[in-house]
């Protein structure tokens, strides 16, 4: 078992800077990929941002790329998002996951196994 504790939520103006971490605690001895994922209410929770087991490869989704930078210190067992530049439509609940794939893409969600409690960003324009 995997726990995850986020942090660094808030609000922000457009155009403002947020940093978020997830900290991971318990079984974390075999890293995998971890990830960002945003939701608004109603609709289904997104790929943001995900890292590769190793670090070795990320992935961000078109509407964040240049903006946001994802980076996991595996000795802290802490994963940070860095978000610049942001916009109204960045505003959602976004979920730190964790037990992701070896393989593949990364950025499905049902391929993750951990979720951290949430954490909101608000974008105020």
């Known amino acids: 078992q995997v726990q995850l504790v986020e942090s660094g939520g808030g609000l922000v103006q457009v155009g403002g800077s947020l940093t978020l971490s997830c900290a991971a605690s318990?079984?974390?001895?075999?890293?995998?990929?971890m990830g960002w994922f945003r939701q608004v209410p109603g609709k289904e929770r997104n790929f943001v941002a995900v890292?590769?087991?190793?670090?070795?490869?990320?992935a961000y989704s078109d509407s964040v790329k240049g903006r946001f930078t994802i980076s996991r210190d595996s000795a802290k067992n802490t994963m940070y998002h860095q978000m610049n530049s942001l916009k109204p439509d960045d505003t959602a609940v976004y979920y730190c996951a964790a037990g992701g794939p070896y393989r593949g893409t990364l950025v499905k969600s049902s391929e993750y196994v951990y979720w951290g409690q949430g954490t909101q960003v608000t974008v105020s324009s």
């Open positions: 318990g079984d974390t001895y075999n890293p995998r990929a």
């Open positions: 890292v590769s087991w190793n670090g070795g490869r990320i």
